[in-house]
């Protein structure tokens, strides 16, 4: 049996000795499929070839809902944003997801959530007494305010506002106010004539008083605007800051259950 082996090894090495290119070459071709094959198997393990999910529907459903049933899942996700208010969605409520719903994914795919902001924005509400309704109505609007209405009562002045309310309650200027309150900007309808001589105004006087109230409440509209638009910029950076602090939280707590488990599994 070992002259049997022992011929077939010499035979080898004779043919080698013979045709050494032939034999490096065929050699070279067989490590190369064998190392393809060992790449391929690789691939689809961290891949997940062929190992493909279906996308829960998590739409409308509060986040922590939401991110039971992808974890149950098996599936990552992320919040790709959560600081734009909508008002038909409740707060904390998952909006949108990408990818979508009911299609299919390998578990690798992280699922970005679209979630509603917890509270709708606050804002200062600016002085508006005694300016003219329209420019009242239009720098409220301008503001983010969504719902502002506009009623007249009688009054000697037409036009210009006589007082303000949120939500049926009087406010003073700078009062933080939701972007969602109700508010009424009450306006003189200029029904009540004085035929005092003395309280008759001169219509050329009249119109400079207007252009410079309009000039003024422009210079007040545009810091008023830029002060609101620089607190709402730094809430909402603090409202991210809190999320993640939150989402960290959650992580660690995620990772020293999943500790506890590997612990109590040895």
């Known amino acids: 049996m070992s002259n049997n082996n022992n011929n077939n090894t010499g035979g080898f090495n ?6 050494p290119i032939l034999v490096n070459s065929t050699l ?13 198997l ?3 393990v961290f891949t997940s070839h062929g190992q493909q999910v279906q996308v829960p529907d998590v739409r409308n459903l509060p986040l ?31 909006i949108d997801q990408d990818p979508k719903a009911k299609s299919y994914i390998k578990k690798i795919r992280i699922i970005y959530l679209n979630v509603n902001a917890m509270h ?35 009054s000697e002045m037409g036009g210009l506002i006589l007082q303000v309310t949120v939500d049926g309650h009087n406010v003073a200027p700078g009062s933080p106010v ?34 410079q109230n309009y000039q003024e409440a422009q210079k007040n509209y545009e810091e008023e605007l830029k002060a609101a ?31 506890k488990d590997k612990k109590k599994s040895n």
């Open 178 to 211: 939701s972007v969602n309150s109700q508010i009424k900007i009450i306006v003189g309808d200029g029904s009540i004539v004085d035929l005092n001589p003395e309280q008759i105004i001169d219509p050329e006087l009249m119109d400079s008083i207007d252009e």
């Open 42 to 44: 690789f691939i689809d």
């Open 28 to 40: 070279m071709v067989l490590a190369l499929v064998a190392l393809g094959y060992i790449a391929l």
């Open 14 to 19: 004779r043919f080698r000795d013979r045709h």
């Open 229 to 259: 638009q620089a607190r709402a910029e730094q809430e909402r950076k603090a409202q991210a800051a809190e999320e993640k602090k939150d989402q960290d939280n959650k992580d660690k707590k995620k990772d020293k259950d999943k500790d």
């Open 64 to 94: 922590e809902k939401a991110i039971e049933i992808l974890d149950d899942a098996g599936l990552r996700w992320e919040i790709s944003d959560s600081t734009t208010f909508y008002e038909n969605y409740k707060p904390g409520t998952v």
């Open 120 to 154: 709708a924005p606050i804002i200062p509400i600016p002085k508006l007494v005694d300016l003219p309704g329209r420019q009242g109505v239009a720098m409220l609007k301008a503001m983010g305010f969504k719902h502002v209405d506009m009623d007249s009562v009688p």
